[in-house]
């Protein structure tokens, strides 16, 4: 069984940073792509940031130069180091891999519980 665990989300003022750490565990063979999702109340769930195995990473526009990502591929983890918030950046965060538990199992989606991140004075 995989579990990814998601950690870091919390309350923050306008133009201050935090840091979102996942962690996958478990039978874990291969991981490609991960990433970070978050969904507003209301509203559907849309990506923030990916980054691919060897380090190449893609985000949203609304985040760019405010938001990073990054990974430890030794240690099955992703980060969201967010800097410069706005309450628009409120919601809660999923983290994503793109994860193959065993050598014969394709690789498929796996997401976390998710963190709430609110940005508010």
């Known amino acids: 069984q995989v579990q990814l665990v998601e950690s870091g989300g919390g309350l923050v003022q306008p133009g201050g940073s935090l840091r979102l750490s996942c962690a996958a565990s478990?039978?874990?063979?291969?991981?490609?792509?991960m990433g970070w999702y978050r969904q507003a109340p209301g509203k559907q769930r849309e990506l923030v940031a990916t980054?691919?195995?060897?380090?190449?990473?893609n985000y949203k526009d609304s985040v760019k130069g405010r938001f990073t990502i990054s990974r430890n591929n030794a240690e099955n983890t992703v980060y969201l180091q967010m800097n410069s918030l706005k309450p628009e950046d409120t919601a809660v965060y999923y983290c994503?891999?793109?994860?193959?538990?065993?050598?014969?199992?394709?690789?498929?989606?796996?997401w976390g519980q998710g963190t709430q991140v609110t940005v508010s004075s």
């Open positions: 980054i691919t195995r060897g380090g190449s990473t």
């Open positions: 478990g039978f874990i063979f291969s991981i490609g792509a």
């Open positions: 994503n891999a793109d994860l193959a538990p065993t050598l014969y199992t394709p690789s498929y989606a796996h």
